[in-house]
């Protein structure tokens, strides 16, 4: 005798038993008889009519509205504030725009979420150029001493004109001089500047040219904050075995897939050369050196640089995936891991960067509590990715140097 089952797709699947079928059955001491179906029949009064399937059942549902709730019942720490004082080391407070500087809250409105958590200092990245640059020091780092500290960022738009080279490296030494702190490079170098406009070929990370700017940095003091590469699922196609496919589907302009764009591979290559041609200048390689899927690779990184530091942001949904292999790495680099969130007030494209109490909260439970399975960002449907994450439980030792102490030391900034 055999049995069917309808699939969801309604096809019949030979030799498998309906569970809830047979459960029912065994409760009426007919197991492995499906109901009317009994061989002989005869004695055996009839079975009952089976319940009706559960709604939904037969039908699919689209990703999308899938928002599934955990039925763990394990700790749920709530950390309102970090064991020790926070410098939050990649923030974008201000962005330059044509005709001047946009801001995206002013320092009123970001100091009583900092201090309600635990945030000494937020260091914006994002602090533009020349007069743009001056404007953003004094509303932000001159009128909130030991708050905010801004970085500079070259001069794109240049960088095609004869003499860029030493223009560039001249304004990294003006941009000390106006109070800048650091220098952040986005992924503009290596996946959108071309020479020669939108045609033109890519401009290489490793490129000749900047080479006077990294020195430069160097000779003034000035870390490196950089960000050349997104996550690796970014280079691949954004199918049905991307693992950031709801991500990628909604921002189709992330992906780089398409030909004309480096790899992964080659953009981290051209940007260690970089590192290595530059010793004496520091590199603050932002979002776990651009790959936190692969903390081997960032460690054998981090063993060929000792001028290269890493930063957390937007990637606790990579390091919590994996809480053996990250906290193994925060104890092996803990002095060369700096804290930072990648926070941007008032953002609504992505959740896990939107500047507020609850972005803290979530990475101080990351990093100090042993918790299990929670949310990464704050919203929905996990937005890198659906998955949770895991709390490191780090100890205070390690806590109070990935918080400020490694901070302090690479911007040489006074605690
Ligand atoms: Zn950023």
Known sequence: MYYFLLSARGRALEGQVNRREWLTNMGMGLAGVSAGRQAGGGATPAAPAQPAQPPGAGATLPLVEFEPRSMLHVEETAVDKPRFPVIDVHTHLSFSRQGGMRYAAPPEE???????????????????????LAETIARYDRAHPGRFITFTEPSWGRASEPGYAAFQGDQIGAAARAGARGLKVLKTLGLY?????????????????????????????????????????????????????????????????????????ALLEACDRVFARHPKTTFIALHVGHNAENLAVVSERLERFPNMSVELGARIGELGRQPRTARRFFERWQDRILFGTDAVPHGTQTPQQIFGDELYRIYYRFLQTEDEYFDYA??????????????????DAILRKVYSENATRVLNVRA
């Not at 954004?238 to 921002?251: G, I, M």
């Open 110 to 132: 970001l100091l009583p979420v900092m201090d309600r958590r635990g945030v000494q200092t937020m260091v914006n990245l994002t602090g533009g150029t020349g007069e743009g």
């Open 378 to 395: 704050p919203a929905p449907v996990p937005p890198q990715g659906r998955w949770r994450i895991y709390g490191l439980g780090l100890p």
């Open 193 to 265: 500047l071309r020479d020669g406009g939108p045609s033109g070929p890519l401009v290489a990370v490793d490129d000749k040219r900047f080479d006077p700017m990294w020195e430069a940095c160097g000779g003034h003091g000035l870390p490196v904050a950089i960000h050349i590469a997104d996550p690796e699922a970014f280079f691949l196609p954004t199918d049905r075995f991307n693992e950031r496919y709801e991500e990628l589907a909604n921002h189709p302009d992330w992906s780089f897939s398409a030909p004309g764009f480096p790899s992964f591979r």
